[in-house]
């Protein structure tokens, strides 16, 4: 069972990066699956969870948008609007959502890096 997070770079404050999340070893769809971030010196963090519904952290509601291609096993994190905040390494991991907050049970990828200039 992996999780492969790949699509990171930097981009100037106002961008858009779109993240992948490839499956191998099971099917995504099986799972709810969200995104998390953590920023230098801080704790991880998470952003959205989807299975039968969507969630999303405020700091990112309207911004960042979650998909999934079924036929590739992959899910998408689409971010727009970015800001120099957003820096961090960004992870996808099995997900589930506890008095509104999300938090992962699952064991962590590399992540990928994504860098937000000014």
């Known amino acids: 069972v992996q999780l492969v997070e790949a699509g990171g770079g930097l981009v100037q404050a106002g961008g858009s990066l779109r993240l992948s999340c490839a499956a191998s070893?099971?099917?995504?769809?099986?799972?709810?699956i969200g995104w998390f971030l953590q920023a230098p010196g801080k704790e991880r963090e998470g952003l959205t969870c989807?299975?039968?519904?969507?969630y999303y952290a405020d700091s990112v509601k309207g911004r960042f948008t979650i998909s999934s291609d079924n036929a590739k096993n992959t899910v998408y994190l689409q971010m727009d609007s970015l800001k120099p905040e957003d820096t961090a390494i960004y992870y996808c991991?099995?997900?589930?959502?506890?008095?509104?907050?999300?938090?992962?049970?699952?064991?962590w990828g590399q992540g990928t890096q994504v860098t937000v200039s000014s």
């Open positions: 989807r299975h039968q519904r969507t």
């Open positions: 070893g099971f099917t995504l769809d099986d799972y709810a």
């Open positions: 991991a099995v997900c589930m959502v506890v008095a509104g907050t999300i938090r992962s049970s699952g064991s």
